[in-house]
Nanobody
Framework: VQLQASGGGLVQTGGSLRLSCTSS????????MGWFRQTPGKERVFVAS????????VYADSVKGRFTISRDNAKNTVYLQMDSLKPEDTAVYYC??????????????????WGRGTQVTVSS
């Protein structure tokens, strides 16, 4: 699976961004997708995941109510809508393709492929 993420940028506190991640190389509608983020010197951490059909989602507590993950299987694309952004959301965001079809497997080891990452910076 090859993943290409886009949509990062610089935004002020309280602003919004939408990340996109397009997948190729494997039938998109058969596997879950996830978003993780990483800051310098720290491990990559889970943000959100979505099951193969889009009906099940899981969020980290830190983003619940502010971020929304969705997918369009016809376009082989997963999205992360980020609203009410905070400076602590600043990170490089990575999309990942899961080895499973369900959204509830959301540790790093559950994901087999990663995109290159896109930088999100939230200014205070």
């Amino acid at each position: 699976v090859q993943l290409q993420a886009s949509g990062g940028g610089l935004v002020q506190t309280g602003g919004s961004l939408r990340l996109s991640c397009t997948s190729s190389g494997r039938t998109f509608s058969t596997y879950a997708m996830g978003w993780f983020r990483q800051t310098p010197g720290k491990e990559r951490v889970f943000v959100a995941s979505i099951g193969w059909s889009g009906t099940s989602t899981v969020y980290a507590d830190s983003v619940k109510g502010r971020f929304t993950i969705s997918r369009d299987n016809a376009k082989n694309t997963v999205y992360l809508q980020m609203d009410s952004l905070k400076p602590e959301d600043t990170a490089v965001y990575y999309c990942g393709a899961s080895r499973f079809s369900g959204a509830y497997y959301n540790s790093l080891a559950d994901f087999t492929s990663w995109g290159r990452g896109t930088q999100v910076t939230v200014s205070s």
